[in-house]
Structure formats: C-alpha cells, structure tokens
C-alpha cells in the first residue's frame, strides 16, 4: 500500500477510534455501575472464576463444574488478569474493543465497496446514526428509544451488557474480511478467537460464512476447511466434554426457560422473503454486494421471524440483531456503491434523513448510560459480605441478583449461578424447584433439596425487598425456617445445619434406594436424605482418612466429573450426581484431585496436531478433517452415556413453569407510570405464565384478591383497592400456585 493511501486509511481509523471512546465517555472510567442484576456483574464473577481456578474445579456454582465448561476463555480469562480492578478494567476493556469494531467496519467495507468514502460512511452510520432497521421493525425501535434511538451496537454494550458477544463481534468481521481476501489461514485464526469467546458470536459467523459461500459458491468448500482448522486450533478448550455440556444445557434450560413459539406460516413466508431477496441478490446484483445481501438475508429471517411470530430459526434469536445491523448498515453502502454518478446526492439525502436522531443520540449518549454506585448501596452486598463471613465451606442457596454478587465478591459456592459452567444438570433443576416450586410439600421439598445439597444459608428476597427479580415463587413458605439474619427490608437469610463435607455411606442401602422420578419426588428425597446423612463424617485434609467396612464407601459432596482421580479408589455418581468413592476394607488415606478427562486430552492434541498441519502447510482440507473427525466421534460416545437424571431435570424445567412478575413490571395501565399509584386505579402486571382463559387467575393485593380487568398469558389488568395500604405486596396466583410479590406504594 502506497504511504498517502496508508496514511488516510490510518487517519479515518483513528478518528472512528475517537469518536466511539467519546460517544462512551464515562462508561470507560466506571467501576460497578447501577445495574448490579445486568450481565456485566456475571462476567466479573466469572473473570474471578477464571483467576481463581483456571485449569482446574470450579467449586463455586451448580456443585461444582471443570472451570473449562463455565465460558470460551478469551473474554473472562483476559478479564480475569486484572483481577485486583475487576470493575474498571471490564469498562476499558469492552469500551475499547467497542471503539474498535467501527475500524473493523470501515476496513471490510472498503474491501467490499473500493471506496473509502463510502466505507467511511458506512461506518459513520454504524457508530452514530439510528439502525436502519428501526424503520421497518418498530419493535426495537421501541427498545432503543429509552437511550436516545441509540445505535443497535450501543444498546447491545451498555443495555444489554453482551460484551463476550461484542469482543467475537470485532475477531468475526476480522475474519470476514481475512475470507473476502481468501487469507484462509487468517481466516482459521481470527475465527478461532470467535469460537473461543461466544456462543452467539460463532453462530453469527457462521450465517456470514453461509453468505459468503452462497456468494462465492467456489470458495465453499475452502470456508468449510477454514472452519475446520479454526475448530482444531479451538480444540484444546472446545473440547467434545464441553460441547457435550453446552449441548445438554441447551435441552434442559433454553428449550423451557425462553418462550418461543412453534413455526407458523408467517414464520414460513419470511424464510421464504429472505430466500427471493437472495436470489435476486445473487441475480442482479455484483457479488461484492450480493454477499452482503445474502447476510442481510439469513440474519434478517432470524431476527424478522422471532420479531413477527417469536419463532427461533436459531437458538437465542434476540441475539443476532447485532449481526443484523452491521449487515442493514453494509447493505446501504453496497446499494450507494452502485450508483457512482448519484453517490454524493445518495449520500447527502441519507445523511439528512438520519442526521437529527445521531444528533439527538449524540447530545445524550452520556446521560442514558448506567452510572457508578457504590457496591455498598446496592441490595446484594451485604449480603453476599454476610454470607462471605459465614458460609465457610457450606453451600448457599441464592438466586436473581444475589448470584453473580456472590461470584465477583466471595467464594462462597453456590447452588446456582451465572446459568452456564453446568456439569450436572439435576443441580440446576434442584435449584429451580426450591425457587419455584409451589402446591403441597413445596417447602418440604425444598427444604430436602437443602439437605441434599449440603446447604448451610438459605437467601430469600421478599416483596418489599430492593434485589431485582423476586425469582420466589411464594416465599413466604419458607417463614417457618429459622432466620440467621435479615435487614429489615425484605431480604432474610435461613439457616441449615452445618452438614460434613463427605461422609462414610453403606453402598447396599444406596442400591436400594427408589429411582428418582422428578425433582419433586418426595419419597426419593427422605430417603436419599437419609441415606446421605451417612454413617459418621470423614476428616479431609490433602485427601480424606476413612476406615471402611466391608460395604461401604464415601460420599463426597461435590458433583462427579471423568476428571476426579483418586488414589486407592475408584469414581463414580451417585444417584444425584455427586461424587462416590469406592475402596477395600479397611483405613485408607484416599487422595482426591481433579485432572484433565480423556477428551480433555483429546482437545489438545487436536489443536497441537492442527497447529503441526499448518506448519508443513498440509491442505486445509485434511486438517480440518483430522480436527473434526475425532472430535465427532468422541461427542457421540459423550451424548451416548448421558445420566438419566437428565430426563429428571429436563421435566423439571418444562413443569416449574409459576406465574411470574417481570421486574418493574407492574405500572399504571393507563399512563404506563411507575409506583406510587392512586388507590382504586387500574394498574397493569406484566410477566410470564399467567395462564390460559380455563384458568383459575386470581391477582393479590396482600391476601386480598383484587377485581380483574383483563388478563393475557403475560398481562393482567388489575383494580387496585380503594383501600389498599399504603405499601401493599402483589402477586399473581395460577390454579392455586402463587408466584414471585413485589411491593408497590399507593397514596
């Protein structure tokens, strides 16, 4: 490249650089922000995750996981060597890749468009201009408003807190444009960084690729090598075992915990829409801009199906609007591209159009984003300081906001967690039925699973309490444990005796246990209570000093994994997942620790073959293959040894469905204003699972059923009582099953 050309593409580099640090301003110095129940407090517990245990057992959530199942590594495990500022350096890190991938923009679209003026533009509009598909899809419009018509990438950022998604975002245009200059190596290495930092971001690069190789029907078949060399060099983290547990969590909790709608034919007619627009793409249009059609394409199905019908063409729909509006961004310029001779005009025509929202964006970006608090201030610090000082080696039970606090300020393990890193699924669903579970026996339930589980401190936030969801169904079940510490204001902490770390069981009697049929299967759970309780504790110092008699073995209370090792024993599950060690008769000093799985090492031998491959320049299509084949193989074997107690959980999960109040969710239903409201006014709760016209729905106002107006499966309109008091719990009750209560002030 000639040193003028070098240095305006380095200038307009530059100045997109600044003008994105600008446009977030503040964001880049803050410390916690106000938002404690948005993602950004997950991440910086799981950056804490990846300090604390790398390589090894994660012992803080879901009993316990190998760290590597928790997240790709490249954001936490950046993320977590700086562990001494979590807070600033999470801020500075996303803002600077944020401030990036406009670069990454201008760069791609001037490999696509050879005009400099246009990917300038292009990239102007990315970072500054309302998206451009606000315009014909209103419903993110409606979302983008509350920050000023913000840019889609702005909103991803600092609403939605999708950083992981945002880092691969940048790797995967990098990559896009690497395959456009069919630097096919580059291509494997850059996408390989996607593979390794977001779920979302692989499947968002793989809709491009999609394109490109309708596009460039040739090159296909390179693009599938490329992706094949990106996995193997991935492999030694992306291992089968995690595949396998990502694959499983995906059946058990998204498939039930997100709503999403069967196929319709609305969903039909825009598969089909996105189809003709392609093929006219691929028609009439020249293949530079004809890729970028086909992307607006298939991102545009996805995000346009879920919008319209709320289908999924892929898992987590909502996620890929990112990726949508580069593309609506690209496809603007790629159109402005073919008309040379009209270009300024174009231009100038659509830089008024859109001028007044960026100046409105503009003049407000500061202002609409989260602000520094003080950890102090929130609902959940002093908490998870209390239980920090008192928990020890017990695990606690929390939920909602109290999760990733506990993760960024203790090591106190959990029962739950961030929803990822989960190696045994019955946990999760365990957790779920404590939290959700309602009818007769749910305390007892509950509090079975407590034991189970080896639970030491109980969380609960109650209607009147400041944490942001109110995950309980009913809480006020749980009034009869006793109480280790409250505030005052809705949050109570209950105790559970301390319970040993492992402990000597009779393996006859486990044998005879009845089989576990639901998360709810009371019979089950007295007896493996029981069971569990042991016959007398075993000391655990560098491994565990047990005397054994014939029939016996030893129960530890963290989940089994292929990587526990211990001398002198073997390993094994219990009937909920739990560790059992089995040894011969007699006083054994049986040492535990935790190492790498068969297709752990399986990983990284993939990766170190692939990186040898490309050394010696074998082709691309035999280290794909050697990279994907085995790994293959070995997910099979995986998904053929799945525990039963996955069905359990799966069951779990579909049937613990309680009606649910959104947070923030209940307003005024004429005005839409928050709390506080005229007594006798008709207020409006949004929320899940509120039942269908056969139904039994009541709504209360404390333990007054309050008249219903209207009600839908996620609203109901509701009278307030003309003599409500002044502060008054509400709650949505479901054939007898009473959801989570928030309080709400009247006058």
């Known amino acids: 490249m000639e040193k003028p050309a070098f240095r305006i593409d380095a200038a307009i580099i530059f100045a997109l650089f600044a003008l994105n640090l600008l446009i977030l301003g503040p964001y880049l110095l803050t410390d916690f922000p106000n938002q404690a129940w948005n993602n950004g407090y997950m991440y910086i517990g799981m950056a804490r995750a990846f300090h604390d245990y790398f390589g090894g057992w994660n012992p803080s959530t879901y009993g316990g996981a190998p760290l590597r199942y928790l997240y790709p590594p490249v954001f936490p495990g950046l993320l977590g060597l700086f562990a001494s500022t979590p807070g600033y350096s999470y801020h500075l890190l996303t803002g600077i890749v944020y401030a990036t991938i406009p670069a990454a923009i201008y760069m791609l679209a001037a490999e696509l468009f050879g005009s400099r003026s246009i ?3 292009t990239a102007v509009v990315y970072s500054a201009f309302p998206s451009p598909v606000y315009y014909f899809l209103p419903t993110w419009k409606a979302l983008a408003r509350p920050f000023a018509s913000a840019p889609w990438g702005f909103l991803a950022l600092l609403r939605y807190e999708e950083a992981p998604h945002g880092f691969s975002f940048l790797f995967a245009i990098l990559a896009i444009l690497a395959a456009l200059r069919r630097r096919w190596i580059w291509t494997s290495a850059a996408s390989a960084v996607v593979f390794l930092t977001s779920w979302p971001g ?13 596009a460039r029907i040739r090159e296909g078949p390179k693009l599938i090598a490329a992706g094949g060399v990106a996995c193997g060099l991935a492999g030694f983290w992306m291992t089968p075992g995690f595949f396998h547990s990502t694959s499983v969590l995906n059946r058990v909790v998204l498939s039930h915990n997100v709503p999403i709608a069967p196929w319709t034919r609305t969903t039909f007619l825009v598969l089909a829409a996105a189809t003709v627009l392609a093929g006219l793409a691929l028609w009439l249009l020249p293949r530079r801009v004809a890729v970028i059609a086909c992307w607006t394409a298939i991102t545009g199905a996805v995000i346009t199906a879920y919008t319209l019908t709320n289908t999924a063409l892929v898992p987590l729909p909502y996620r890929y609007m990112l990726e949508f509006n580069l593309c609506a961004v690209l496809l603007v310029g790629g159109l402005v591209s073919l008309a040379p001779k009209w270009r300024p005009a174009i231009v100038g025509l659509l830089i008024l159009a859109g001028l007044p929202g960026a100046v409105h964006f503009l003049r407000h970006a500061w202002e609409v984003q989260p602000h520094f608090a003080k950890p102090e201030t929130g609902a959940t610090y002093p908490i998870a300081q209390w239980l ?4 020890g080696d017990g695990r606690v039970m929390a939920s909602g906001e109290l999760e990733p606090a506990l993760s960024v300020w203790t090591h106190a393990p959990q029962v739950g967690g961030s929803g990822q890193g989960v190696s045994n699924p019955l946990i999760f669903a365990a957790q779920r039925q404590i939290a959700f579970g ?7 339930i509950a509090e079975r699973w407590m034991q189970a589980l080896g639970v030491g401190y109980f969380a609960v936030h109650g209607a009147a309490s400041r944490e942001y969801f109110h995950w309980y169904a009913d809480p006020g079940k749980f009034a009869s444990l006793p109480v280790a510490w409250q505030n005052g204001a809705g949050d109570m902490i209950y105790e559970f005796p301390a319970a040993p770390r492992a402990v000597v069981v009779d393996l006859d009697a486990m044998n005879r246990l009845p089989r576990l049929r639901s998360t709810a299967d009371r019979q089950f759970l007295d007896a493996y209570v029981a069971w569990a309780a042991g016959k007398r504790p075993v000391a655990a110092s560098a ?8 029939g016996e073995g030893v129960l530890v209370k963290t989940n089994y994994d292929r990587g526990w090792k211990a001398r002198g024993a073997s390993t094994e599950a219990d009937p909920i997942g739990f560790l059992l060690l089995r040894a011969q008769p007699g006083r054994r000093n049986i040492d535990l620790k935790f190492g790498a799985a068969w297709d752990t090492w399986l990983g990284i031998a993939i990766t170190l073959v692939t990186i040898v491959l ?5 082709p691309s299509v035999v280290t794909g293959s050697v990279a994907l084949l085995p790994a293959a193989v070995a997910y099979l074997v995986l998904a053929s040894t799945t525990p039963p107690t996955v069905k359990v959980a799966e069951e779990a999960f579909a049937r613990l469905q309680p009606p649910t109040i959104n947070p923030e969710g209940i307003v005024d239903a004429a005005t839409s204003a928050p709390p506080p409201f005229q007594r006798g006014r008709t207020l409006t709760v949004y929320g899940l699972n509120f039942g269908t016209p056969a139904d039994n729905v009541q709504v209360f106002a404390g333990n007054r059923a309050a008249a219903i107006e209207y009600r839908g499966p996620n609203q109901i309109n509701f009278k307030l009582p003309p003599d409500a008091p002044a502060r008054v719990a509400i709650t949505v009750e479901v054939n007898g099953c009473r959801g989570n209560a928030f309080t709400i002030e009247g006058r």
């Not at 692989?202 to 309708?214: Q, R």
């Not at 920090?388 to 928990?391: D, L």
């Not at 309602?438 to 007892?444: K, L, R």
């Not at 490309?614 to 074998?618: G, P, S």
């Open 543 to 550: 491994g565990f000093d047990a005397n054994l008699n014939p």
């Open 202 to 214: 692989t499947v968002g690069l793989a809709m491009a690729w999609a394109a490109i190789a309708i």
């Open 388 to 391: 920090g000082a008192h928990a």
């Open 119 to 121: 990917a300038a533009f």
């Open 614 to 618: 490309l050394i010696v320049r074998a």
């Open 438 to 444: 309602c009818g007769v026996d749910s305390e007892q």
